[in-house]
Each structure stands twice: as structure tokens, then as C-alpha cells.
């Protein structure tokens, strides 16, 4: 039996799953096991909303795998052993492997700042996305700090500010919210967060969160009763310490087709990640972590049948960032990200928004039918398939 193995059933673990139980339908000889902490989905495109107390819905994935051949573990991985090929589940058993995907994303990096931890809410999790809205409900008119002006920052900002007229919403940045979109652009982020009453300070750099607001470097404190942490991403130290090839922020170096560099039958996808293209390392997102599942789902099936692994290429399309339920801005982006002349603004971005947040779960269906796309190649202007 040949044991597959994927970690993390986030957008790009269940990705790599459906993909593989697609391709995978007729093979009897090859197991795939997915193991992930939660049997519930995190839907991380939507953890603002459920911040700002919408209901999510309650995606279990076990309800999700019926039928697909793949078998689902709950548990976290406390340890890899690469050379002995196994991994640790819960400190308590092993679990083998032929082929490994890495799909364990990023949480918030609370570690930079002192204070994050003990006093900052983040949007790591439904459950602590929820705590945060039952928080704001119970505090009726209070200030919120939003820490952090990307698109997480901005999006977070917007919907509690929609949702929570009478909240003094405050954005504080190092860098202009929306620095990485054109000028046009910018500025309609700008007047929608306005419109919706945030207040955005960009230049500030927080030093320390205490229980009662936020010290910035100048020595000013700024007031609030809740603080949402958005700054920056972390990985997961597990690849590190396995001794896998990492980056200087913790993610797995891979090779042109998705493999670690250190240790070939490791795929490694998503935030996790280091993937280089020719306009440098990809950063962690949902539009280009489905693409890097779909690749190494195709990649895997190849080398079971002997074959070599395709290079992977991707480029992106588009930064899109709600602002409240019924506006948006959507940035269309030249492949390397950098902006592009067009964007799109107000409701009829709010639904393109919509649909980019629900279209993992169409993608998923898709692939388990039509595994053929799964093999893609994500070159901007140059979808081909192999
Ligand atoms: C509020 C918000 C809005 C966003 N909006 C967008 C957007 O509009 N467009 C976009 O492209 N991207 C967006 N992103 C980014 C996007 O969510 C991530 O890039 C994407 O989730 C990465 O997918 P992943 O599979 O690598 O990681 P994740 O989706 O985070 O999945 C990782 C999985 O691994 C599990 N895991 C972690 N550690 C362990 C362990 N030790 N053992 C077992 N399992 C473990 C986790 O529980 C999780 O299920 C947004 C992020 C946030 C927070």
C-alpha cells in the first residue's frame, strides 16, 4: 500500500485531498489519509465576517470526504520524522508515509510584539473569531484597534465598523492601507473605509498591547477596549525542526514542481511555502495556494506512474478586499502582482468578492469530478493543461 499523507485540511490541504481522490478513484494500492486538528472547515476567507458576528457556516469536513476514498484523522501533528518517513499525531501514535503534502498554512504572528498574546484577539481560528464578536457585542460603543493595514486589517476594519455603527474603529498601520494597489484604487479603499466611519492612522508603529490599548514607538498610547492583531503571518516551527529546508520565516523551500529541495517526497503548499517564480517567492494566499494543491495532487499521481513532476507556474489575477457586506475594491493585477489599470469598486465587487469567498468549495467539487484540471498550469495567459 502506498501511504499518502496530507497535513492541514485548510483551503490547500482539502485541495491536494479532492484532487488526489479524483485521480486517485481506481487505485487500490494507494491510501490517502488527511489529518487535521478541527472536523470543521476553517473558512479563514470569512473569519472577519464571523468577527463581526455573522454565522458561518458549519462545513464538516468528514461530511465533505464521504465517498472519495479519502480517510480523514483528527488530531495535530506534534512531530515529523523525515528520514523514518512518519509522522506524530497528538504525541501519541505514528502515522506513515510514501508521500508527504505539507499543507499546515500560517496562524497571526503574535510573537513580534509583546502584549499580542495575553491581550490582542486574531482571526486564527472560528472559535477566536467568535470570541471576539460575542467581546464587541458585550462592549456596545467601545474602540477598537485594528492593528495592521493589510488587506486581513482592512477587510476586519470595514466589517466590524459596518456591523458595529456605534464602535469607534481605529486602523493603525506602519504602511498606507492599500499600498499594494494603484493610486485609483487606493483612494476608493480609502473613501469606503471613510464612508464607513474607520479611522485610519498609517505611520504607526505599535511597540506593546496592554489590556486597555496599544503603545506606539513615538510614546503615544492609544486607547481601546478590544485590539484585533493583523500584522503579519507565522509559520508552524514542525518543518523546521524535522529538518527540512526552510526559509528565514520558517517555510519550506521547494523546488520548481513543489517538492522541498531537502526532502523529495515532500510536497509543500500554501502559506507554508516558499515557492519561487521568476518574479520572486510567492506570498500566502487562498488565489495561489488552490493552484499549488492542484499541481501537487497531478505531481504525486505522476511520479505513481513513473513519470516526472511538470514545474509549477502561477500568476496572479487580482487583490480583492471587501469593505462591509456591500462594497468592495478589486485590484486585477499584472502576474506578478503589481497593479494592474483596472479595478472594479461598490456592489458589484462586493458580489465578485462573494464569489471568490465561496469558490474554494466549487473548485473542490469540480476537481474530485474532473481531475484534468487539476494538472493546469496557472501561467497568466497560458492556461495549459498537461
Ligand atoms: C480574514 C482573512 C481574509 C483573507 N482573505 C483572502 C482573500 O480574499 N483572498 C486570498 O487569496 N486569501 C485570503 N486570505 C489568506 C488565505 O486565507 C490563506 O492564504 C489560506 O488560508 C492559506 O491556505 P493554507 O491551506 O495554506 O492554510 P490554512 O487555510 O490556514 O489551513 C491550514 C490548516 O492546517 C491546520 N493545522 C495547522 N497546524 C496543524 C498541526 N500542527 N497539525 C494538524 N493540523 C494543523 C489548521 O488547523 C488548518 O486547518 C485571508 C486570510 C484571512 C485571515
Not at 474532473?370 to 496557472?378: A, D, L, V
Given at each position: 500500500m502506498t501511504e499518502i499523507l496530507i497535513l492541514g485540511a485548510g483551503y490547500t490541504g482539502m485541495g491536494a485531498a479532492m484532487g488526489l481522490a479524483g485521480r486517485l478513484k481506481r487505485r487500490e494500492d494507494v491510501r490517502i489519509t488527511l489529518v487535521n486538528p478541527q472536523t470543521r472547515f476553517t473558512e479563514r476567507l470569512r473569519l472577519h465576517q464571523a468577527a463581526s458576528g455573522e454565522e458561518l457556516a458549519d462545513l464538516q469536513i468528514p461530511d465533505r470526504l464521504a465517498g472519495s476514498g479519502v480517510d480523514f484523522v483528527q488530531g495535530w501533528v506534534t512531530s515529523i520524522h523525515a528520514d523514518a518517513k512518519t509522522v506524530r499525531i497528538d504525541d501519541e501514535y505514528e502515522l506513515r508515509y510514501d508521500a508527504l503534502v505539507y499543507a499546515l498554512g500560517s496562524v497571526a504572528d503574535t510573537e513580534s510584539v509583546p502584549g499580542v498574546d495575553e491581550f490582542a484577539y486574531t482571526l486564527d481560528s472560528a472559535h477566536e473569531a467568535e470570541t471576539l464578536a460575542a467581546q464587541l457585542d458585550r462592549l456596545g460603543n467601545a474602540t477598537v484597534v485594528v492593528a495592521g493595514g493589510g488587506l486581513t486589517g482592512v477587510e476586519s476594519a470595514a466589517e466590524i465598523a459596518e456591523q458595529h455603527p456605534d464602535a469607534d474603529v481605529i486602523l493603525l498601520s506602519r504602511d498606507e492601507p492599500g499600498s499594494m494597489m494603484g493610486a485609483k484604487a487606493r483612494a476608493r479603499l480609502h473613501a469606503g473605509l471613510a464612508r464607513l466611519g474607520v479611522h485610519v492612522r498609517a505611520g504607526a508603529d505599535i511597540v506593546k498591547v496592554m489590556a486597555d490599548g496599544v503603545a506606539l514607538a513615538d510614546g503615544e498610547v492609544v486607547a481601546a477596549q478590544a485590539v484585533l492583531w493583523t500584522t503579519g503571518v507565522r509559520v508552524s516551527p514542525l518543518a523546521a525542526t524535522a529538518g527540512l529546508q526552510v526559509d528565514g520565516r520558517g517555510r519550506i523551500i521547494t523546488d520548481e514542481s513543489l517538492r522541498s529541495v531537502s526532502h523529495p517526497n515532500v510536497y509543500a503548499i500554501g502559506d507554508a511555502a516558499a515557492i519561487r517564480q521568476s518574479y520572486g517567492v510567492m506570498h500566502g494566499t487562498c488565489q495561489s495556494g488552490i493552484p499549488t494543491s492542484m499541481h501537487a495532487a497531478a505531481s504525486i499521481v505522476r511520479e505513481l506512474k513513473g513519470k516526472q513532476p511538470k514545474p509549477f507556474r502561477f500568476g496572479y489575477v487580482h487583490q480583492p478586499v471587501s469593505l462591509g457586506r456591500h462594497d468592495a475594491v478589486i485590484q486585477f493585477t499584472h502576474a506578478d502582482d503589481t497593479p494592474a489599470r483596472f479595478y472594479l469598486a461598490g456592489r458589484l465587487a462586493a458580489a465578485y468578492k462573494e464569489t471568490v469567498s465561496s469558490s474554494p468549495w466549487t473548485t473542490y467539487r469540480l476537481i474530485r469530478a474532473?481531475?484534468?484540471?487539476?494538472?493546469?498550469?496557472?501561467r497568466r495567459g497560458a492556461g495549459t493543461t498537461s
Open positions: 474532473m481531475p484534468s484540471i487539476g494538472s493546469m498550469t496557472w
